[in-house]
């Protein structure tokens, strides 16, 4: 028989060994996640990529179903056609002009960069950079890493030679996207099955969420980096840089991530514009200064009221953590994850209430109106 305060003290205990529990349940979660992440971080990657185009086949699919009144595996199918003429057509058209072009950007590449290490080697100053900086950075110093001009050139450039090294991931990203764009209810429900019964609904309701943020962000990027694109192309082609074309892809197709691959789309332009001298070097440097200034004040605000909003401190760090862990694929990758995993927190959590905010406090909220006199 339990005594009077043994029985009172027994509902405490269920409750301290059930929140000790729950912990224990939270840490073991993240545990797996992480450790899924770090060992078969690749293969999440892929996961993710043909969820991506799943989403985008989605998306048009719907809204060539809602316009031509047709089954959605129908619109799937012609949707999936008409990218595939799409891209078709520009190769045949435009794929020989552009992949010369590509090709002439990549020795060029390599020449301007030795010009600008010479250059740099007759001062006191470059020299001393060159001495510090390792070898993977363009630098004198030894490291592990392959040099700066090869990384350019292997990376930015180098795009056509690497699409056929990456041919069979893309091979996989695209079938399994499509499959997941054929049959989305099949894989969500799929996954809700999975989830303990009583958290089903908010669960379902954090798929579809994260799947609308997807869909967003892909077409407001979508636009950027068609802008962007031509922008910079049509830019360069009035300041007589050579090469206009290739650029100008290179440059909406780094624009795909936000902020940093402004500066990498950047770098090869200017590179390829101080072999005509340093004047158009600087020019070239405040076109692209200009392109971005607009894209961020103009474009991202127009975009962000009908997509999805992400600080920008917020993206840089994503970058950098995805980047670090999953290399090139997660700094490829990294804004739409974010972007998805912000629209879950949003709506798996409470907003704050009014005297929460930090705002004021903070000295950043909007200033009042000023008192009549």
């Not at 003290?9 to 060994?17: F, N, S, V």
């Not at 961020?296 to 992400?310: C, E, T």
Request: one cysteine or more; a neutral charge; charged letters at 10%.
């Amino acid at each position: 028989m339990m005594s009077e305060s043994q029985a009172k003290d027994a509902p405490t205990a269920g409750r301290e060994l059930l929140q000790i529990f729950r912990i224990l349940r939270f840490t073991l979660i993240i545990t797996v996640v992480v450790l899924a992440v770090w060992l078969i971080g690749d293969v999440l990657m892929v996961v993710f990529a043909s969820t991506l185009f799943a989403v985008i086949l989605h998306g048009l699919a719907r809204l060539l179903r809602d316009k031509a009144r047709m089954p959605y595996q129908l619109a799937v199918g012609l949707v999936a056609l008409l990218i595939l003429v799409a891209i078709a057509a520009l190769f045949f058209f435009s794929g020989p002009q552009i992949g010369d072009q590509f090709v002439k950007l990549k020795q060029a590449l390599i020449t301007q960069y030795g010009q600008v290490r010479d250059q740099m080697g007759t001062s006191a100053w470059g020299q001393f950079a060159l001495d510090h900086l390792p070898k993977s950075l363009g630098g004198n110093e030894q490291s592990s890493g392959p040099s700066l001009g090869a990384g350019i050139a292997n990376s930015v450039t180098g795009l056509l030679s690497s699409a056929f090294g990456l041919l069979g991931t893309i091979a996989v990203i695209l079938i399994a996207g499509l499959y997941f764009a054929m049959s989305p209810a099949i894989y969500v429900d799929g996954m809700l099955r999975l989830v303990p019964e009583s958290h089903r609904p908010m669960a379902r309701n954090l798929m579809l969420t994260a799947g609308a943020t997807l869909w967003s962000w892909t077409m407001g990027q979508a636009f950027d980096m068609l802008v962007v694109g031509l922008a910079s192309g049509i830019g360069l082609v009035c300041l007589g840089v050579p090469l206009a074309m290739a650029l100008g892809v290179v440059a909406g197709l780094c624009n795909f991530i936000p902020y940093i691959g402004a500066i990498l789309g950047a770098i090869p332009a200017v590179l390829i514009a101080l072999s005509q001298g340093t004047r158009t070097g600087l020019m070239v440097a405040g076109l692209y200064c200009v392109i971005q200034f607009l894209e961020g004040n103009v474009l991202a605000p127009f975009i962000q009221r009908h997509a999805v909003h992400m600080p920008p401190a917020l993206a840089i760090l994503s970058q950098t953590v995805f980047g670090t862990i999953l290399g090139v694929p997660g700094l490829i990758l990294a804004s739409p994850l974010t972007a998805a995993l912000l629209s879950i927190g949003d709506h798996a959590t409470a907003p704050l209430e009014e005297e929460m905010r930090t705002g004021k406090a903070m000295g950043d909220a909007p200033l009042a109106p000023a008192a009549a006199e």
